[in-house]
Structure formats: C-alpha cells, structure tokens
C-alpha cells in the first residue's frame, strides 16, 4: 500500500508548479484498491444520469453524493495540495468531467478564476485532476499555456461566445489572448493527476477517439482564502478537508446530501457555467 509520504510533493516540483502554474504527477495519486473504489462509484453514479444529461456536466457531484468525501478527503490527495496551499485546507468544488468516446465535447480555453470572481478572495485555487481514464492526445486531454498565471494576466481575461452543441460551456477568452503555441498537453494513465492554479489558461480538444476520456476534478484553497457566501446565494458550500478555518468562513457537512443546493443551482444563472 502507497504511504501518504511518497505522494507529496519535492521542493523542486512545488517551485515548479509556483513558476509554470501546473504540475503534472505521473505516479498514483490512491493506492489500487482504493482507485478501484473511486472507479465503481463514478459509473455507479453515471449510470444514473438523466438521459437528456452530458457526461461532462456532471459538476458537484458531491452535494447529492457524500460518499466521495472518501476520495476527496484522502490524505493521499491531501498530502498534494498541502505542499501548495499549507495544512488548513478547503474544498471549493469537484467536478466528474467525462468526455464520451465519439463524440466528447471540446472544452474552451479558461480560466477558472474568471468564472469564480467574487466567490473567493485571494484567489487561490488549486485543482487536483485526477484521470479515471487514460486522459491523452487522442481523446482530448487537458492542456494548460504555461505561466498565464501570473501578475501579467491576473486570470480574468476577456472571453467571447463559443457553440455549446460544441462546446462543454458556451464561452472562450478570446484568440489574441492567447498563445496556443506554448501549449502543454498533460497525459494521464489512470489514477495519475495533474495539479494546476485556478489562473492559468487550459481547455482541451474534443474526443472523437474510441477511447472515453474521464476526470474527477477537486478544486481546493487555503483556508485563508474568505468565500462570499452571499454571491453563493444557497447555490454553494465549501467543506474544511483538513485543518482549521482562518477567514470566518462556515463549511458544509460532508457527511448529508444537499438537494437543496442542487435545486438553487438549476435556477441560478450565475452557476450555469460552473464547470
């Protein structure tokens, strides 16, 4: 069994990930039995999705299904961001982003910082992908633009309209922005991840491959950082992974559901776009 000790991080990866705003962990982030648990659950739950529903809107899975706390809450998960963020830790989101083979949807190029202005202050995020699938060229892995973090472009770019029949969400910062030329493609096996800052730039190709694509992506900050529950308006909540609260913020029971929550999101326009 994998100790927590040999998935954290070194020194060098953290300066890394500080510098080029990413950081891809080409080892097992849970150990095989544990993964093996995580992979039931997700097909459990994508099992029952509305017929009318696309597997890569399956955002907030946690609020209807607690059990992911298991995973999510894993000191094996922990121990990746802790090196980032320091040991009073958050959960801000999780999202299953599943791309079916054939016809998977494009994700646009983003920040996740410019659909969280004014939930979170600092901004600082750090999201755990963590591959279910073989996450590689062909069928759409992730790609980030290095170092698009940073003091030069403050992660709230400007964004345009893009073919949701296309398109996981329906906007995209805008072609000048942008140079797709210094792209970095982040291929996983399963139960590798990759961790990237809230601001940088990254989206991925369509799946037009044979192969299904699916990641799980866990969305954590400082407990420092102060969430607006009055922007959350019912709509969200945010639960303490580890340590102590610092920011006067109030935190969700991991163990209940939240239809409640589910419900405000379906009619809040703000979260249409949560991804």
């Known amino acids: ?3 927590v000790a040999s998935s954290r991080l070194t020194t060098e990866e953290v300066a890394f990930y500080q510098e080029e705003g990413y950081f891809i962990h080409n080892r097992p982030v849970l150990d095989s039995a544990k993964f093996a648990g995580l992979q039931h659950c997700f097909e459990e739950i994508l099992s029952n999705l509305d017929r009318d529903e696309r597997p890569e809107a399956m955002d907030v899975p946690h609020f209807m299904h607690p059990e992911l706390f298991e995973w999510a809450f894993d000191p094996s998960v922990l121990a990746l961001v802790e090196p980032i963020l320091g040991p009073d830790i958050a959960l801000f989101s999780t999202h299953f982003i599943c791309k079916p083979k054939g016809n998977g949807k494009r994700v646009p190029w ?10 979170i ?3 600082e995020v750090c999201t755990v992908w963590l591959a279910l699938d073989p996450s590689t060229r062909e069928n759409g892995c992730m790609m980030v633009i290095p170092r698009t973090h940073t003091s030069g472009y403050k992660g709230f770019s400007e964004y345009e309209d893009v073919d949701t029949a296309k398109n996981v969400f329906s906007n995209e910062i805008k ?3 942008r140079d797709e030329a210094k792209r970095v493609l982040i291929e996983l096996k399963p139960n590798e991840c990759s961790l990237h800052d ?3 730039m990254h989206g991925s190709d369509p ?3 044979n192969i299904r694509r699916c990641g799980w992506t866990l969305r954590f900050t400082s407990t420092k950082s102060k969430f607006n529950t009055e ?3 019912g709509a969200h909540q945010v639960y303490l992974a580890k340590g102590q609260d610092h920011a006067g913020n109030v935190y969700a029971d991991p163990t209940r559901a939240y239809p409640e929550v589910m419900e405000a999101r379906g009619a809040s326009a703000r ?3 949560s991804h």
């Open 1 to 3: 069994m994998m100790s």
């Open 110 to 119: 983003h920040e996740d910082s410019a659909y969280w202005k004014g939930l």
């Open 121 to 123: 202050e600092p901004m």
């Open 175 to 177: 072609p000048v922005l």
């Open 198 to 200: 809230a601001r940088v």
């Open 207 to 209: 799946n037009t491959s």
């Open 231 to 233: 922007r959350f308006a």
């Open 271 to 273: 979260y249409k776009n």
